[in-house]
């Protein structure tokens, strides 16, 4: 098992992209704030051989209902075998406009939400954003997957606790269509789990071992990748996600440094192309093209006021 850490003031966040299986709820190796693994089911669960037997007849009689493959299993399927170092990569999409464009782009094999960005965009803030209103913003996203024959996976924050069933089943329903799921780890009140432990006064980073992560645990319980995010302020090098993948067999989500929230560009940091090259699975980008699109929006308008420069 895999245990990183680093004190900080920001919880720590591991995004797990879940794909299909045979069970639709699962749930990881538990620890006291953990992760629920919800797997997609490439048919319906209930489906199974019924054997009966009657005191008449000596032999039993077997039924088996015909199987109906549930109609998000191709998508499915295919959203987890572009898992590959190759990699997947995911612009983020938080409304039907943002959603419409990029299906639009030759490049784009598949959509992704990012609960901070739709959140935003849905006139409240992330940590605001409850199951209710998640669930009414995302059908008109789920309706441009479909129009587009694109897989779909979301954002889902850390699975809303106790309304973890609910929230996957809500998510699966035909009106929005997600094929994969996003669920975040962190430590609730403890706010100090990080994925990445600075080393000496150079802040060399290394992956731990230990008893109390479960990073490989979740990807043995069937989780696709692992999603993992540097430390506020600080940037990822290729040495340490040459670490990371070598540690989790190339089995993580990885997002390139590009916009900050005010919607300039960060200096430095690893690019697409780096990630590329470094053999990730998956690369996506969070809220950035929301930041990105909010920054276009105001340097328009200040445009329309007369504000040229």
């Known amino acids: 098992m895999s245990r990183v850490a680093i004190r900080t003031l920001k919880p720590f966040r591991a995004c797990f992209s879940l794909s299909p299986s045979t069970n639709p709820l699962r749930t990881a190796p538990a620890q006291k704030h953990d992760i629920n693994s919800a797997r997609l089911p490439p048919n319906h669960h209930h489906h199974s051989l019924h054997h009966k037997t009657s005191p008449s007849s000596p032999h039993p009689t077997t039924t088996q209902p015909s199987k109906m493959p549930h109609p998000l299993a191709p998508l499915a399927t295919t959203f987890k075998s572009l898992h590959a170092p190759g990699p997947l990569l995911l612009p983020n999409v938080y409304d039907a406009t943002s959603a419409r464009l990029i299906a639009s782009l030759p490049a784009t094999k598949a959509l992704a939400t990012a609960s901070y960005a739709l959140a935003l965009a849905g006139g409240t803030t992330d940590a605001e954003l409850t199951l209710d209103q998640h669930l009414l913003l995302l059908p008109p996203i789920g309706a441009v997957a479909r129009s587009a024959g694109l897989p ?3 954002d889902l924050q850390d699975g809303y606790g106790e309304r973890l069933e609910e929230a996957v089943r809500g998510v699966l329903a035909e009106e929005i269509g997600a094929v994969g799921i996003n669920l975040e780890d962190s430590t609730g009140g403890t706010w100090w789990t990080w994925v990445l432990r600075p080393r000496g006064s150079r802040g060399c980073w290394r992956l731990q071992r230990g008893r109390g992560w479960k990073t490989l645990s979740y990807l043995e319980a069937g989780a696709t990748t692992v999603y993992i995010l540097a430390p506020p302020g600080q940037l990822m090098g290729e040495g340490h996600v040459r670490k990371i993948v070598a540690e989790l067999g190339g089995r993580v989500n990885l997002a390139p440094r590009w916009v900050k929230p005010d919607g300039s560009k ?44």
């Open 152 to 154: 779909l996976t979301v």
């Open 266 to 309: 960060f200096e430095g940091g690893l690019t697409s192309r780096d990630l590329v090259k470094l053999g990730v699975a998956r690369i996506s980008v969070g809220p950035s093209l929301y930041f990105a699109a909010a920054k276009a929006l105001k340097d328009a308008a200040g445009f329309v006021f007369g504000e040229e420069d």
